[in-house]
């Protein structure tokens, strides 16, 4: 009997189980869903275990599912995702060396985290290039590696756990999609190709290149959000709002209100979406996106993939997941297989993991590893160029943030409007027209001081000696400069702000702090020459630096801490863009 591997995705609105065996092409052999409380989830999250439990226990009764290997998916704005080039090494070193540079890379504690890595494919040196010391360049491979927090992980495994069913691994969603989705696309040379799950409580891109993943983003909103606007908006319960969002033309009277309180929600969507693919596409390495493939039970929502296509100008169109899969009698008539599309696509993937060789990312079962000296000090080099990565990704922080803001304002405006067409029945229209008001204000004083951080570390990395490399970064702003007097507040690379006014030109806004090492004192004095010429800086200075006997390497290092102060020449062009479009 050929190998049969189940996959269960815990959704925010529903819990959906695909079994899959092992043929070609895979075939399903059964599938069914059964909807949650409306409470029981969050954001991808577990709030009710007890409901998930239910669900669970009544979804392998009505299919009869046996207790074989069960593989769960996780989606929460929580997951981290990063992916990072390292020499070769056999998995038990590599576990180790990235758990040792995990500080850098993750913005959660390590003991908080389920971590788990996983190799994604060898990456050949250029012919003839070499290394710091003259000799050919080491081998590389690329790994993508994955960090939840440990306790959202577990209450998942739990809550399944309760109901009789033993999962052998936690997977993560925007890779099942991968799996099930994913395949060669364009026809004039290696192109990409962005899937976007738009769920309940979460909405998942991912940016896939002939089926390995390059960009992964998860954020918080979707179909949810949309039933709460109208709830709102027209002041129904959540039922009444679920039938309206399916079937808006249904009452014709409540058409145009429900379409102005969905516009927020449905923005919100199609700027995180646009905002991915543009962070994708500014990527060195970046292959040309050829289209949009839109797959959940949200992205059914009329309008949303005509808005995504106009956004980021690409074809949009519904995903196929059947084209990869065959389905066996799993219960359905041939009119309703169609309609299954939308949510075969996560089940079925987090299946296929179970199926394929090699190693697949498991948040269940990581246990941390120890590594030796030498091989932490070869690969501190090369992790050390993910920091511009986690760097770009905080900007995509700072943007959506700002994005948020114009949602937020948008609705707003929206209700004023319709505050002010009732003045007799809503007293507050002059309320709502000043909470928009501060909305802009606020946005404004968040980007007055917005330092472009990832443009600082382009230009660190296009201008840093060849002799040293960069092994930490710190940068905060102050208000020290701004022209109102009396304000006060601090902005780290986190985004959080709290400062009002326009610095003065050619002032101090901030300070930087960096870790270097290089290959002797006279790096230093070239570190000093070359990124003193970096506009964002001045006053920069050394105050120590130590040669370092004891390294693992042939030759003794020299490591150093710099400082500068920043300058209004890093300031980003954000606010000048906010401007624009208001």
Known sequence: MARRVIG??????????????????????????VALPYDAMREGEIVDATAVTKAVQRLWTELGLGKGEVRLGIASPRVIVRTVEVPVMADADLEGALRFQAGDLLPIPLEEAAFDFQVLESVAAAPGATGEDGEA?????????AAAPRITVEALADAVRAAGVRPVAVDLVPLALVRSLGRRVGTNGPAAEALV????????????ESGLPRFVRIVGGGGRAITSAIESALEVDTDAAESLKRDPAADPSTAAAIDAAIAGPLRAIVEAVRGSVDFYRGQPDSLPVVRITL????????????????????PCVAAQPRSLITLGDIGFGADEIPQLDPYLAVPVGLALAGLAPGRRINLLGAQGTTIDRRTLTTIGAAVGGGLLVVLGLLTLLANNQLSDA???RDEAQARN???????????????QAATVEGLRTQAEAVLATDVSWARMLQEIARTIPNDSWLTTFQGSVT??????????GTTTIAGTTGVVGTPVAGTKIGTASFGVTGLDFTSVASWIQRIGEIPSFTNLWVPNATKDSSTATSRPLVTYSSTADVTTSAISERAAEYGRVR
């Open 8 to 33: 269960l995705d815990v959704g925010t609105h529903a819990v959906r189980v695909a079994e899959v065996e092992l043929e070609d092409p895979p075939r399903v052999t059964a599938f069914g869903q």
């Open 295 to 314: 797959t959940g039970g949200a992205s059914l929502q009329a309008g949303l993939a005509e808005a995504i296509g106009e956004a980021v100008d690409l």
């Open 197 to 208: 799950s738009v769920g309940s409580g979460t909405t998942v891109i991912v940016v896939q």
């Open 406 to 408: 114009r949602s937020a």
């Open 137 to 145: 360049a080491e081998p590389m491979q690329r790994v993508l590696i």
């Open 417 to 431: 409007a319709a505050l002010e067409a009732e003045a007799a029945k809503y007293a507050d229209a002059q309320a």
């Open 479 to 488: 208000d020290a400069g701004t022209s109102s007097a009396g304000t006060s």
